[in-house]
């Protein structure tokens, strides 16, 4: 196998991203984010460029591949310090960064269109996503045909109102603004049934879903949410915190993947193209000293795939989700930070430029769950690892960071709400007005705001403060609930006079007034 080529990216003045020549545009909106101008490129310049003391960003095959690389608007660089009084290593004076030309300037996000379309979504799709829910839950299913025709001759009349519709979207975070764990928001289901239908115009308002939210395949997630929320969830129109790491399946092969319940990160590790998945517990079935608290049942033996690690060179970390197990997983990826090129037993001379990388799929500190108080989250594990390294190393921890508030997943977002929009309306586009719904201000608000879409925070997860969070404040304001901001957003995108629920009894001949048919 030839070696790994690395891709150069400019960060002196304007940052370009490279996007695909077919990139959907946003309509209206001058494609700049972040300060930041987009310029359309065929590739990155491929070269043989490393860094003196430095982890260098290897780049994508050559010829045709499915990866854009979006320049990072976070810094590689960890946050530990500023959580930490003392080291009990004395921090490098060594400057090892000489350039941004590095691991962590440019984040990998999928290029290639989504392989599945639906002409459209059916009743029976519905039915079909929403498995044991009672069809009578939702209002009027029974009589989809005759009132497809009714919205398509409402849809006529309001010809203004339906263009209004779809020059705007919805995205929505999961965690705090439609559920509590499993547990349903009540507004939460009274808005996707809204926005899938049931509203003045029979319509379908676009919306998509943005969480940090991670663990499971896209799949097993939508359908879970799909029987809470007793409305249907598309893989189309979902993106986790990892779904944009599956473009990394086209540099590294033999990764090392962190997080999830039992072994379902391995799973969403192998839909995504990875050759070689390692878990933590490979490892310690292969060596159980390595670590040495960790009870160990005969179920976990007989379900792991041991090897001499050894002999592996493991490329990559890749933190797709919260860990089950601190102790564990942290000593395990600390010794492979320290170790020569990813092979176990080894120390490296130098801690950077023999190290190899680590991803997170997000940086959230907190979470809401069902629990009164928000629990940590990835955040929290990725910072109490960042401090471990400085202590025993001396340098700071490279390392990238998905999910939101990063530019990357958002550039995603642009292509997801694209796709959707042509699946359920036939345009593919972005539309001009997006509207961002979180509880996060941390992630979900600067991210939106950053963006350049309009930002809603929700007092049902994480935020619980003032009239507004004070560093990272909600452009468009904050609302008791998700149903509170959707309807706000719809009254100025549609109009003050613009109903939240479908008629049966409206006859179109009348423009839109209820007939006399009883």
């Known amino acids: 196998m030839s070696g790994p080529h690395f891709s150069e990216v400019n960060f002196g003045g304007q940052q370009n991203i490279t996007t695909p020549p077919d990139s959907p545009t946003r309509a209206g909106i001058p494609r700049s984010r972040f300060g930041h101008k987009h310029k359309k490129t065929e590739s990155w310049s491929s070269l043989n460029h490393i ?48 350039s941004r030309n590095s691991f962590g300037a440019a984040l990998p996000i999928p290029r290639s269109k989504r392989q599945s379309r639906l002409s459209n979504v059916t009743l029976g799709d519905v039915q079909d996503a929403l498995g044991s829910v009672e069809s009578s839950s939702r209002p009027n299913l029974s009589s989809q045909p005759t009132r497809d025709i009714l919205a398509s001759q409402v849809q006529d009349v309001y010809a203004e109102k339906v263009k209004a519709v779809k020059n705007m979207a919805f995205v929505f975070d999961i965690d705090g603004v439609l559920v509590h764990g499993d547990r349903l928001i009540p507004e939460g289901q009274k808005v996707l049934d809204m926005l899938n239908g049931n509203n003045q115009l029979g319509i379908k308002i676009p919306h998509i879903f943005l969480t940090n939210g991670s663990g499971k395949p896209e799949l097993a997630r939508t359908e879970q949410l799909s029987k809470i929320l007793k409305n249907p969830v598309n893989t189309e129109q979902f993106i986790q915190s990892h779904t944009p790491m599956r473009a990394l399946a086209e540099y590294y092969k033999t990764v090392l993947v962190v997080g999830g319940e039992g072994y379902r990160c391995r799973e969403v590790a192998e839909e995504y193209g990875f050759k070689d998945i390692v878990v933590p517990n490979d490892i310690v079935a292969w060596d159980p000293s390595i670590a040495p608290y960790r009870v160990f049942t005969d179920e976990e033996r007989a379900t792991s795939r041991p090897r001499d690690f050894t002999q592996v060179e493991i490329e990559a970390i890749m933190v797709f989700s919260d860990s089950r197990d601190y102790a564990t997983d942290m000593q395990i990826i600390m010794d492979l930070l320290r170790a020569k090129k990813g092979r176990l037993g080894t120390v490296a001379e130098d801690p950077v430029s023999e190290r190899i990388p680590i991803y997170f799929s997000q940086g959230d500190m907190l979470c809401p769950t069902e629990h009164p108080v928000p629990r940590m989250s990835q955040g929290a594990f990725r910072i109490g690892l960042e401090a471990m390294y400085k202590a025993l190393t001396g340098v700071d921890l490279e390392r990238v960071v998905y999910g939101k508030p990063e530019l990357a997943t958002y550039k995603y977002a642009d292509e997801v709400i694209a796709s959707w929009m042509e699946t359920i309306h036939g345009e593919e586009k972005v539309p001009a007005n997006i509207y961002m719904v979180g509880d996060n201000p941390a992630s979900d608000i600067v991210g939106g705001n950053m963006y350049g879409w309009n930002t809603c925070l929700v007092r049902t997860g994480v935020f619980q403060g003032g009239e507004n969070d004070e560093e990272n404040p909600a452009n468009f304001g904050v609302f008791t609930n998700v149903w509170e901001a959707v309807t706000t957003a719809c009254r100025k995108q549609l109009g003050d006079d613009f109903k939240f629920a479908w008629d049966d009894r409206v006859n179109p001949v009348l423009h839109g007034k209820v007939s006399a048919i009883e």
Do not use: F
């Open 51 to 98: 860094l003196e003391h430095g982890i260098v960003i290897p780049s994508s095959p050559t010829g045709a591949h499915g990866a854009i690389e979006v320049p990072a608007t976070r810094s590689s660089d960890a946050h530990a310090s500023q959580y930490m009084n003392a080291l009990s290593v004395p921090p490098s004076t060594k400057e090892r960064r000489l």
